[in-house]
């Protein structure tokens, strides 16, 4: 089955600096790619996603790629802000698989002021 | 809409004994899963439907049960509890199942297991 590794487990960042994480995959029928952010406490949210006929989305702040190739995507944050300070998953998934994600294992991000 | 909706937030179970956690949704979804999240990991897959009347073991399905008699609801079931179900249950649900759907997830419920 699908397995997606996520790095770094945490990442510490300056405000105003851009923090990256980045998600692996292993089945290239993968086809769809979310991202949740998840604050403490509180339910995972989707924030963007991306699918396999595309290379790169932007929403403001936030931005991901993907590399089919090989087989990796990332996410992107620039000017980072106190309130960007959550759990991000990554997922994967793909055509034919009920809607069912593999998230990966989460990144603690921290944003310092 | 409330969207996902599960009950109850929190909850204290002795070894053995057994519960029902509930998830709602009234957002007319076919699909929808239970996931459990145990300290710094991420969501594992217990089970999933994809109608009512029709379920699936997810990859971490043993020691628990489900079923969906309607669309709006898709109960979990714990039967003899241990602590290694220790974890924060969450419920989602999708439009369908297509591999490009959003899935809604619900406030969580925090069990712990003595």
């Known amino acids: 089955g699908e397995n997606v590794e996520q790095h770094p487990s945490t990442l510490s960042v300056q405000e105003g600096d851009s923090a990256v994480i980045k998600c692996t995959y292993s089945d290239s029928a993968s086809n769809y790619f979310p991202w949740y952010k998840q604050e403490l406490g509180k339910r995972p949210q989707l924030i963007i996603d991306?699918?396999?006929?595309?290379g790169e989305k932007k929403d403001q702040r936030i931005a991901v790629t993907l590399n089919k190739t090989a087989k990796h995507f990332s996410l992107h944050i620039t000017e980072t802000q106190p309130e960007d300070s959550a759990v991000y998953f990554c997922?994967?998934?793909?055509?034919?698989?009920?809607?069912?994600?593999?998230f990966g294992a989460g990144t603690q991000v921290v944003v310092t002021p | 809409n409330a969207g996902v909706t599960q009950t109850p937030k929190f909850r204290i179970l002795k070894i053995g004994q057994s519960m029902t956690l509930q998830c709602t949704q009234d957002m007319n979804h076919n699909y929808m899963y239970w996931y459990r999240q145990d300290p710094g990991m991420g969501l594992k897959l217990i089970y999933y439907s994809v109608g009512a009347g029709i379920t699936d073991k997810g990859e971490v399905p043993n020691g628990y049960n489900v079923s969906r008699s309607t669309t709006e609801d898709f109960p979990l079931r714990l039967e003899l509890a241990a602590p290694s179900q220790t974890s924060v249950y969450f419920c989602?649900?999708?439009?369908?199942?297509?591999?490009?759907?959003?899935?809604?997830f619900g406030p969580g419920t925090r069990l712990t297991v003595l």
């Open positions: 991306i699918r396999s006929n595309v």
């Open positions: 989602a649900s999708s439009y369908s199942g297509g591999s490009d759907n959003e899935q809604f």
């Open positions: 997922a994967a998934s793909m055509t034919d698989s009920w809607g069912k994600f593999q």
